[in-house]
T-cell receptor, first 116, second 116 residues
């Protein structure tokens, strides 16, 4: 069965510093991978996704993620964090359903705190 | 991006009563909707998938008679928690996607259910 591990429950980063959030997945086939951000009072927002092709994926808000098959990882990065990036971040693996849509399995999330 | 709303945003009810949560896609036709449950500091767990006009598909371990899902139109799905008990207290999140949305799921802001 597919699973997603986010080993860091919470991370604190200084504003302006770089960020890397870790994500490891377990899936037998080529995975569809996603990163979402959840802010209080708002729905999960898709930051980026990987289906195939270039293993370095660019997303919104200056985020990027790199798919490393050998490490079963899909880590999220940002070169300079802004205070508004403080939120909960979820990694997810998608499996195709017979409808053609993705069934998502989420990690437990990483809470990002940004210090002044 | 497409917008998904949920109503109510929070609800408190007495044990034994039923509660209905609405999920609406505001600016697109949602042929498929998903219902998730999120416990504090835990991941989102998929409860069921519903396609417009057909019965919902429930994940293993989710009680069909406890969590009634109706997807009667292309813009509305409802989750009814029947005979709610304190252990049903949780954060319920819906997402929606459609044939023109490129597989992306758009998430509602969630509904906090507290059963006394």
């Amino acid at each position: 069965a597919q699973s997603v591990t986010q080993p860091d429950i919470h991370i604190t980063v200084s504003e302006g510093a770089s960020l890397e959030l870790r994500c490891n997945y377990s899936y037998g086939a080529t995975p569809y991978l996603f990163w979402y951000v959840q802010s209080p009072g708002q729905g999960l927002q898709l930051l980026l996704k990987y289906f195939s092709g270039d293993t370095l994926v660019q997303g919104i808000k200056g985020f990027e993620a790199e798919f490393k098959r050998s490490q079963s990882s899909f880590n999220l990065r940002k070169p300079s964090v802004h205070w508004s990036d403080a939120a909960e971040y979820f990694c997810a693996v998608g499996t195709s359903m017979n409808t053609g849509f993705q069934k998502l399995v989420f990690g437990t999330g990483t809470r990002l705190l940004v210090s002044p | 991006g497409a917008v998904v709303s949920q109503h109510p945003s929070w609800v408190i009810c007495k044990s034994g009563t039923s509660v209905k949560i609405e999920c609406r896609s505001l600016d697109f036709q949602a042929t498929t909707m998903f219902w998730y449950r999120q416990f504090p500091k835990q991941s989102l767990m998929l409860m069921a998938t519903s396609n417009e006009g057909s019965k919902a598909t429930y994940e293993q371990g989710v009680e069909k008679d406890k969590f009634l899902i109706n997807h009667a139109s292309l813009t509305l799905s409802t989750l009814t928690v029947t005979s709610a008990h304190p252990e049903d207290s949780s954060f319920y999140i819906c997402s929606a996607t459609g044939p023109r949305e490129g597989d992306e799921q758009f998430f509602g802001p969630g509904t906090r259910l507290t059963v006394l």
